[in-house]
């Protein structure tokens, strides 16, 4: 991130996104990248489709564990079943929130069902937990209402945090936002946001800009701490996800599936993991688990990036 003029002025930062595979589709990955490790406490950003998936078999992301994080599964459009090692079995659906805390440790699987919609579209993302409750027991939220607001000629539908008159429901354990925006007949307009929150923005449908930076779907723009509103474009039909907390204050190491603080925790995962233990089992998902891949404390520098990782 560029420091340009007084403190609170910074430049837009826009990363483009690199190729990943996860369980057979095929992603725009957005975070983590080089120095950008986070985003407030938003530390992983995967951007897939629109995929036809008419005929095929979806999304296919057997079993494997999380640690240290939220998944946060938000689509625009399709059907993805999720299943957990607390036995959760819950379907998702556009404007839905599936919402999974991994805490001191889950496993989940994430699949098309049989019968699915033919077209996938959605994003996945990660939030790291705070230190003071990373340990704490796994848990699963599902919201199927989410609350939504205006903003000159965006509609604002805010599925964790606030932005806003609209506050999600969904538990998060540091201030942050995240929300999509949508522009049916387009425009140009300042969305009031939290001056302590650093942001990011994603096209994901259609074109766009944040700042005056154009934007379209395979990159993310960052902005730093000290606006308080993002002035954001977007055509007609467009739509973009808005990303934003305050700095987390912490190092974060990533490796594959988990979050952790030291190379000695991640070990321990894997290893965890590979002997069954800590996890749990995902019963239903009629497919091998995720084999951890070979950890190495030496990658795990910027700019690096999860191995492999199925999310
Ligand atoms: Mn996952």
Redesign the pocket.
Known sequence: MTQLGGPARRSVEVIPARKATVGGTEVRRLLPFGRRRAVGAWCFVDHYGPHSVDGGPGMQ?PP?P?LGLQ?VTWLFSGNVLHRDSLGSEQMIEPRQLNLMTAGSGIA?A?QSPVEHDPWLHGVQLWVALPDRVRHAPPGFEHHAELPTTGAGPFLVTVFVGALGDAASPATVHSPLVGAQVDAPRGGRHPVAVDPAHEHAVVVTAGRGALEGEPLAPGSIAVVGTGRDHLLLDLDAGSHALLLGGEPLGEELLLWW?FVARTPDELAAAVAAWREGSRFGQVTGAEAEAVPAPAFDPSLLRPPESPPGAP?
């Open positions: 992301v494997h999380h998944t989940h994430e599936n999310r």
